[in-house]
């Protein structure tokens, strides 16, 4: 009676080890697209799918001042129970535009000078 409940509890621990590493993925995806998009590149959204665990969606958000990147992935559970188990991970980084001039005194003047 004990063997079932070792092997279920072993599954599960496997499992947790597994959504971390899977949660680390998503931060580690959203870092890399945020800091590729603050420097202007353009294929920043793809390195950070590149990064991202399968199956994750990358959302990429650009403003004047900052670059807002999310990741979104699900992390099912193993066996039949995989459906009733699953968590979704969301990792987000922010970064500020490195491409844009922000705060510049002296009107239009061209940079550097």
Do not use: H, K, N, Y
């Amino acid at each position: 009676m004990a063997l079932p409940a070792l092997v279920v509890l072993a599954a599960m621990l496997i499992w947790g080890v597994l959504a971390a590493a899977a949660q680390i993925r998503c931060v580690d995806a959203a870092r890399v697209g945020a800091r590729a998009a603050a420097r202007g590149e353009a294929d920043a959204a793809e390195l950070a799918r590149a990064a991202a665990p399968p199956g994750a969606q990358v959302r990429m958000e650009v403003a004047a001042e900052v670059v807002r990147v999310e990741v979104d992935a699900p992390c099912a559970a193993p066996g039949r129970l995989g459906e009733l188990l699953a968590v979704r991970l969301v990792a987000v980084a922010v970064a500020a535009r490195e491409d844009t001039l922000v705060g510049v005194a002296g009107g239009g003047g061209s940079w550097p000078s």
